[in-house]
T-cell receptor, first 118, second 112 residues
Framework: GAVVSQHPSRVICKSGTSVKIECRSL??????MFWYRQFPKQSLMLMAT?????????EQGVEKDKFLINHASLTLSTLTVTSAHPEDSSFYIC??????????????FGSGTQLSVL | GDSVTQMEGPVTLSEEAFLTINCTYT??????LFWYVQYPGEGLQLLLK?????DKGSNKGFEATYRKETTSFHLEKGSVQVSDSAVYFC???????????FGTGTKLQVIP
């Protein structure tokens, strides 16, 4: 099946710094990518939908100035956590949708990034 | 809004034991239902799905039946293996393929 590569898998940073997470579709072109976050013992929550060449659509309650999403090409979307604080520590995971009209089974997920802000 | 509730883990079973992971959902309309699996160090993978009431999804010995009357989609396997150790996520999809709502995930550990 299709492969989505997410990097890094784990990052530790100091409070106030920015962290960039990359999500690449390796063998297909993804016009749409999704970013999720998960707190311990909670559900994966959709943060935003990233569309190639246009602005991301953020879910209610997600700060777009804090979580910058760039989808500049059909194979790469990035999530930048700006001025990270300890409360941003979480597990972030991306998924990419194969650009056809099939069902949700055409979503492919990255392996996730565990962010720890000290 | 849409929501998915699944049993908390971790679940620890001996090899060849019977597995059930409960999942219930709340949704408007007629969502599709999914089970995803995440093996250590890997991304989520679709395990099985069902798109309408009474459908049974199955794959790799796992099964789940879409029960509209009880709003449930419980995952079952008759005989688990060590290689089944992973985190299992129940999910529903609504609005076409635009949004997927996940449960909290259930970690399964199978011991020899």
């Amino acid at each position: 099946g299709a492969v989505v590569s997410q990097h890094p898998s784990r990052v530790i940073c100091k409070s106030g710094t920015s962290v960039k997470i990359e999500c690449r579709s390796l063998d297909f072109q993804a016009t749409t990518m999704f970013w999720y976050r998960q707190f311990p013992k909670q559900s994966l929550m959709l943060m935003a939908t990233s569309n190639e060449g246009s602005k991301a659509t953020y879910e209610q309650g997600v700060e777009k100035d804090k979580f910058l999403i760039n989808h500049a090409s059909l194979t790469l979307s990035t999530l930048t956590v700006t001025s990270a604080h300890p409360e941003d520590s979480s597990f972030y995971i991306c998924s990419a949708r194969v650009p056809d009209r099939s069902t949700n089974e055409k979503l492919f997920f990255g392996s996730g990034t565990q962010l720890s802000v000290l | 809004g849409d929501s998915v509730t699944q049993m908390e883990g971790p679940v620890t079973l001996s090899e060849e034991a019977f597995l059930t992971i409960n999942c219930t959902y709340t949704a408007t309309g007629y969502p599709s239902l999914f089970w995803y699996v995440q093996y250590p160090g890997e991304g989520l993978q679709l395990l099985l799905k069902a798109t309408k009431a009474d459908d049974k999804g199955s794959n790799k010995g796992f099964e789940a039946t879409y029960r509209k009357e009880t709003t449930s989609f419980h995952l079952e396997k008759g005989s688990v293996q060590v290689s089944d150790s992973a985190v299992y996520f129940c999910a529903l999809g609504s609005g076409g393929y635009q949004k997927v709502t996940f449960g909290t995930g259930t970690k399964l550990q199978v011991i020899p």
